[in-house]
């Protein structure tokens, strides 16, 4: 299992037993449609996951393929698995979720994957796929009850064709016993784009180790991330992107709140290509540490192999600022109206890159909901 020795895993202890999971045959039953998809404008297509096991891929009038990966098996060929948890999904994953628009065409799908039995181990595999000149946009919801004692080890793997643009927002709301341990692939051929946009809000621990590849000249990425952790929660993210090709960019801005006993974990690579001159990289993390128990850990990282490229890091973690709650207070706010602005401000400014705008308000009550509850 992996240690906290490990690189990979600095600052975590997993305390993960696999011995009390099993897999199920049946998937248990799906719970009602999610506020996320709700509030999507409708023609979007669906796809639904219930521990592990596809039970609806339906499309929304597009040409945008979506069908169970047990009736459309594809590989895409990543190499071999990085580390234990890897290699259990790779081993014992049977079912997920195809996505795949074919050149030129254009659609958005909402996978719906949730976790309801106890003592399950839920493997989902999603792949994304957009030949030329195609634009997907896919809206990830990962949910589970509360006080359901679940592990999920999802995998998103994403290919992106020339010229194409593929976005992917996900948003984390495991219950409060549910563990995840989620690894993301991404890879981008010329010119093509991949967006992917985060909101990690639940899960006892949850963690995103994602890899992005920029293999042709011009390919670009964006990632986008907020996240907020309290109780005894912690939230894990490992991100590296590869700068593999001439022109390529990148730019990563995540922002994180903990509370209570929380803890965050950001840990993020820029790595330039000697291919790689001309690219362009930039990364960013902020923490707001909202608890004297609350822990937050920020570790960027460049490591370039070219000599004609601009790239840049920066990172921060700290409570609340002193400054800004005086000068509310001087406009009339009472310290905790100051506070709370001073928050939602913080969140403000990751949650407006997210690419879905019906999405917005819901998110912003999410995370302010959060913080109600650990300044009551």
Same mark, same amino acid.
């Given at each position: 299992?992996?240690?906290?020795?490990?690189?990979?895993?600095?600052?975590?202890?997993?305390?993960?037993?696999?011995?009390?999971?099993? %897999?199920?045959?049946?998937?248990?039953?799906?719970?009602?449609?999610?506020? %996320?998809?709700?509030?999507?404008?409708?023609?979007?297509?669906?796809?639904?996951?219930?521990?592990?096991?596809?039970?609806?891929?339906? #499309?929304?009038?597009?040409?945008?393929?979506?069908? +169970?990966?047990?009736?459309?098996?594809?590989?895409?060929?990543?190499?071999?698995?990085? @580390?234990?948890?890897?290699?259990?999904?790779? +081993?014992?994953?049977?079912? #997920?979720?195809?996505?795949?628009?074919?050149?030129?065409?254009?659609?958005?799908?909402?996978?719906?994957?949730?976790?309801?039995?106890?003592?399950?181990?839920?493997?989902?595999? %999603?792949?994304?796929?957009?030949?030329?000149?195609?634009?997907?946009? &896919?809206?990830?919801?990962?949910?589970?009850?509360?006080?359901?004692?679940?592990?999920? %080890?999802?995998?998103?793997?994403?290919?992106?064709?020339?010229?194409?643009?593929?976005?992917?927002?996900?948003?984390?709301?495991?219950?409060?016993?549910?563990?995840? &341990?989620? =690894?993301?692939?991404?890879?981008?051929?010329?010119?093509?784009?991949?967006?992917?946009?985060?909101?990690?809000?639940?899960?006892?621990?949850?963690?995103?180790?994602?890899?992005? @590849?920029?293999? *042709?000249?011009?390919?670009?990425?964006?990632?986008?991330?907020?996240?907020?952790? @309290?109780? *005894?929660?912690?939230?894990?993210? =490992?991100?590296?992107?590869?700068?593999?090709?001439?022109?390529?960019?990148?730019?990563?801005?995540?922002?994180?709140?903990?509370?209570?006993?929380?803890?965050?974990?950001?840990?993020?690579?820029?790595?330039?290509?000697?291919?790689?001159?001309?690219?362009?990289?930039?990364?960013?993390?902020?923490?707001?540490?909202?608890?004297? #128990?609350?822990?937050?850990?920020?570790?960027?990282?460049?490591?370039?192999?070219?000599?004609?490229?601009?790239?840049?890091?920066?990172? +921060?973690?700290?409570?609340?600022?002193?400054?800004?709650?005086?000068?509310?207070?001087?406009?009339?706010?009472?310290?905790?109206?100051?506070?709370?602005?001073?928050?939602?401000?913080?969140?403000?400014?990751?949650?407006?890159?997210?690419?879905?705008?019906?999405?917005?308000?819901?998110?912003?009550?999410?995370?302010?909901?959060?913080?109600?509850?650990?300044?009551?």
């Amino acid at each position: 299992m992996p240690i906290e020795k490990d690189e990979g895993w600095r600052y975590v202890d997993l305390e993960l037993d696999l011995a009390g999971f099993g %897999i199920t045959e049946t998937p248990g039953a799906r719970l009602p449609v999610s506020e %996320i998809e709700a509030a999507l404008s409708g023609g979007a297509g669906r796809a639904v996951s219930v521990d592990g096991h596809t039970v609806e891929a339906a #499309g929304g009038g597009s040409r945008i393929e979506i069908a +169970a990966l047990r009736d459309r098996p594809i590989e895409f060929g990543w190499g071999g698995p990085a @580390d234990r948890l890897d290699a259990l999904h790779d +081993a014992f994953s049977f079912d #997920g979720v195809v996505v795949a628009a074919p050149k030129g065409a254009t659609g958005t799908v909402v996978v719906d994957l949730q976790a309801v039995t106890p003592g399950v181990v839920s493997l989902p595999r %999603i792949l994304l796929s957009a030949d030329e000149g195609a634009a997907l946009s &896919v809206v990830a919801v990962q949910r589970s009850p509360d006080g359901v004692v679940s592990l999920v %080890i999802p995998s998103f793997e994403v290919m992106a064709g020339a010229s194409a643009r593929i976005d992917l927002t996900i948003v984390q709301e495991w219950g409060n016993e549910t563990m995840a &341990v989620a =690894r993301h692939r991404m890879r981008a051929d010329r010119d093509a784009h991949l967006g992917l946009a985060e909101a990690g809000f639940g899960g006892a621990f949850s963690r995103l180790h994602l890899s992005v @590849d920029l293999v *042709g000249s011009g390919a670009g990425a964006t990632i986008n991330g907020a996240y907020f952790g @309290d109780g *005894g929660q912690t939230l894990d993210y =490992r991100y590296f992107i590869r700068h593999a090709a001439l022109s390529t960019t990148s730019q990563m801005f995540l922002k994180g709140a903990v509370a209570d006993e929380a803890r965050s974990v950001f840990s993020g690579l820029i790595r330039i290509e000697k291919e790689g001159q001309k690219s362009n990289a930039h990364q960013t993390n902020r923490n707001l540490v909202l608890s004297d #128990g609350a822990e937050a850990h920020s570790v960027p990282n460049l490591e370039i192999l070219a000599d004609d490229v601009r790239c840049g890091h920066g990172s +921060a973690v700290g409570p609340l600022d002193e400054e800004q709650r005086y000068y509310l207070m001087s406009r009339g706010l009472d310290p905790e109206r100051a506070d709370r602005l001073q928050v939602k401000g913080f969140f403000e400014e990751a949650l407006v890159r997210f690419p879905h705008r019906s999405l917005d308000l819901l998110l912003r009550e999410i995370a302010m909901a959060k913080y109600a509850a650990v300044a009551s």
